[in-house]
């Protein structure tokens, strides 16, 4: 079935570093994936929309300059967390819509950051 | 905008009860609903979907929810649960006029006891 990685799945970064977040869908072409955040014993809220070779959509409320979303293949998305800052630590995760399906999502492992 | 409700938190339950999580969608035109659940350290999985016809839906590992179109519900249920149904369970929904983006509920984790 439908496969998406992550990586790295766990990642500690100092305050006012950048990290950059890979989801790549392994065995199928997404032209479009979604990022997620997802805080402890939260559910998940919707960060942005990445279409590739296009720009980002983003959430209301969501710094697009502090989250920058590159989408440049069918198979890879990444999210790259600028100048991180602790209240920027976070379960991020990923999702992928098969090329040629409807409205069914495949979700990545997700990455923990922590931000020191 | 559409929203998602899931009535319970935390379900304390032993192994061979039925269970039954809530869910309510606000949304007033067509909505495809899905259920994802998320095992201890594992990523999210889908469950089950509704897109159209038959409300009643049955997914994999024995679970089955129905669509309730007149009280914006897509309840799920499990007449016998396990051990290894411990997990969280997330109801989401997505308008179609928002394209493919998910609205997901607040979850619930569930806790079946051996």
């Known amino acids: 079935g439908a496969v998406v990685s992550q990586h790295p799945s766990r990642v500690i970064c100092k305050s006012g570093t950048s990290v950059k977040i890979e989801c790549r869908s392994l065995?199928?072409?997404?032209?479009?994936m979604f990022w997620y955040r997802q805080f402890p014993k939260q559910s998940l809220m919707l960060m942005a929309t990445s279409n590739e070779g296009s720009k980002a959509t983003y959430e209301q409320g969501v710094e697009k300059d502090k989250f920058l979303i590159n989408h440049a293949s069918l198979t890879l998305s990444t999210l790259t967390v600028t100048s991180a800052h602790p209240e920027d630590s976070s379960f991020y995760i990923c999702?992928?819509?098969?090329?040629?399906?409807?409205?069914?999502?495949?979700f990545g492992p997700g990455t923990r950051l922590t931000v020191l | 905008a559409q929203s998602v409700s899931q009535h319970n938190h935390h379900v304390i339950l032993s192994e061979a009860a039925s269970l039954e999580l809530g869910c309510n969608y606000s949304?007033?035109?067509?909505?495809?609903l899905f259920w994802y659940v998320q095992y201890p350290g594992q990523h999210l999985q889908l469950l089950l979907k509704y897109f159209s016809g038959d409300p009643l839906v049955k997914g994999i590992k024995g679970f089955e929810a129905e669509f309730i179109k007149s009280k914006f519900s897509f309840n799920l249920r499990k007449p016998s649960v396990q051990w290894s149904d411990t997990a969280e369970y997330f109801c989401a929904v997505n308008a179609r006029a928002a394209g493919n983006k998910l609205t997901f509920g607040g979850g619930t984790r569930v806790l079946v006891k051996p």
């Open positions: 949304y007033g035109g067509t909505v495809n």
């Open positions: 999702s992928a819509l098969q090329r040629g399906s409807y409205n069914e999502q495949f």
């Open positions: 065995d199928f072409q997404a032209t479009t």
